[in-house]
């Protein structure tokens, strides 16, 4: 279709510069007196082809030039008047410069140009005619470098194209894999705590034990589920992704894996933007995990106030062991997740031995 409408364009194009170079041709010819030869079915016939030529200028600018230059040397050297036929030479000089690079354009427009100029040395002599070569100069120059500029904004504009979509396939990557991360990280921690649960009573209290398995099959199908829902959103499948209205089964979750979470919630709760539901979803859920992970003592508190114009998050838990945090991807993820949103993130040590996690996330005042 795209190739369909750039042949119409360009014979469209052709066709009105031929009309125009036919009807100006004419009248110039009656208005001037500095002709050698008066206008004819021949003059008129080359006007026309050099005009034609124009519909070749996109698919093939080497030949079009050529061409036309070959067609406009003739019919100044035939003797005719100066006319519209400059016009077509312009537009296949452009056309040249602005769809080839100049390692083809510029050899092919400088002999254009010699071609053009030809008609200087046959139709006077002297310094006078000579002179004559630097106006006449001016119609391959002018449109060269016209085509020329405006050739390479189009590549510096592709390049800019090329440049963001590379860097939002990156950014794609990144997401995908923090969602992974969170989720399998978080599936991970909280099956190896229950495990080791049961592995503990197993001989002495196996219906303990029972519990505790139970307990990791519903874990580790949540952590499936979710890391379903993750790859299904990739594959642009219509499914849920996590949000804090699914807090209750995370908590749940990490209680049954050996943490102990006492949750306080402020404001009214409502349906928040997707990207800030699922991104404090994945920031309580990550916060949790370190605990499990990283501590000793297994205790968190988690609050979450709805404000007007924000979400705002703080988890908090004893402070126990080399660090509160942990390290690979988590603090950093959560960091980059709140940044994006143009939130205000916040991890480390406070004076009282505690580690808090506190992130607030602009929702723009919806509801």
Excluded: C
């Excluded at 992704?241 to 979470?261: F, I, K, N, S, Y």
């Excluded at 007007?308 to 004893?318: K, Q, R, Y």
Aim: aromatic share 4%; proline share 5%.
């Amino acid at each position: 279709m795209r190739a369909l409408r750039s042949w119409s364009a360009d014979a469209a194009l052709a066709v009105a510069i031929t009309l125009v170079g036919l009807v100006g041709t004419t009248i110039a010819d009656r208005w001037s007196d500095t002709a050698i030869r008066p206008l004819d079915a021949l003059g008129l016939a080359v006007v026309a082809a050099a005009g034609l030529s124009l519909v070749l200028r996109r698919r093939q600018p080497v030949f079009t030039a050529g061409a036309v230059a070959l067609l406009t040397s003739t019919y100044l050297v035939l003797g005719y008047t100066y006319g519209p036929i400059m016009l077509s030479l312009v537009v296949a000089v452009y056309s040249l410069a602005r769809h080839r690079p100049p390692s083809t354009s510029a050899p092919v427009a400088v002999g254009v140009l010699a071609v053009l100029l030809v008609h200087v040395l046959t139709t006077g002599s002297g310094l006078p005619s000579l002179l004559g070569a630097i106006p006449g100069s001016a119609w391959v120059a002018v449109p060269f470098a016209i085509g020329s500029v405006l050739r390479v904004q189009r590549e510096a504009a592709e390049r800019n194209r090329a440049e963001q979509l590379r860097q939002r396939v990156d950014d794609e990557r990144l997401r995908i894999a923090q969602e992974v991360h969170d989720v399998v990280g978080h599936g991970l921690a909280a099956i190896k705590m229950q495990a080791d649960v049961a592995l503990h009573v197993l001989a002495k209290k196996p219906e303990q034990a029972e519990v505790a398995l139970e307990a990791i099959s519903r874990t580790s199908s949540d952590a499936l589920d979710e890391l379903r829902a993750t790859l299904a959103v990739v594959r642009r499948s219509d499914v849920r992704t996590p949000g804090l209205a699914r807090l209750d089964d995370l908590l749940q979750r990490m209680r049954e894996a050996g943490l102990a979470v006492e949750l306080s919630t402020a404001g009214q709760p409502r349906q928040l933007p997707p990207v800030v539901d699922l991104t404090g979803y994945r920031i309580l859920q990550e916060s949790l995990t370190n605990v499990l992970r990283h501590t000793s003592d297994k205790r968190a508190e988690v609050s979450v106030e709805y404000a007007e114009d924000a979400v705002v998050l703080t988890i908090t838990n004893p402070l126990s062991g080399p660090g509160g945090g942990g390290g690979g991807l988590g603090l950093p993820g959560m960091r980059q997740r709140v940044a994006s949103l143009g939130g205000e993130f916040t991890a480390g040590p406070t004076a009282d031995r505690r580690f808090t996690v506190h992130a607030r996330l602009p929702t723009g005042g919806t509801g």
